[in-house]
């Protein structure tokens, strides 16, 4: 499984630098419902039908993941690492769902790089 962080799919969605990469691992995808949150956002701010894109998206594979009491304590644990960088929770809830499930995680921002916490994060462009 590879965890999306939001910047992914939003590149994929509005055809951004690195939305290719992302459309190839989207049936092996998933979001977690922090960052679903983000997308549905951006997604409607553009006008576009929420739904109606969570359902094509699933249709394609993607699962959107809860955000669970063990998931939240677990985010917090990483506000010491990472607050340094300047993430944001749903950034770390990103993180933590993806150090959770062992998992890589696709993102567009950079800084995440940069952090040593022990999975394989790949930059999208």
Not at 1 to 10: E, N, Q
Not at 16 to 28: D, F, K, S
Not at 60 to 86: C, K, M
């Amino acid at each position: 499984m590879i965890i999306l962080d939001a910047s992914a799919l939003l590149a994929y969605l509005h055809q951004e630098a690195g939305w290719e990469l992302v459309r190839g691992v989207i049936p092996e995808s998933c979001i977690g419902t922090v960052n679903w949150s983000e997308v549905a956002q951006k997604i409607a701010q553009k006008g576009m039908d929420v739904q109606a894109v969570r359902n094509l998206l699933e249709e394609l594979g993607l699962t959107i993941a809860p955000f669970s009491v063990e998931q939240a304590e677990f985010t917090a644990q990483l506000w010491e690492e990472s607050r340094r960088f300047g993430l944001s929770l749903a950034d770390r809830a990103c993180l933590g769902l993806a150090m959770q499930q062992q998992s890589k995680v696709l993102t567009a921002d950079r800084v995440w790089s940069e952090l040593t916490l022990h999975i394989e994060v790949q930059q999208i462009r």
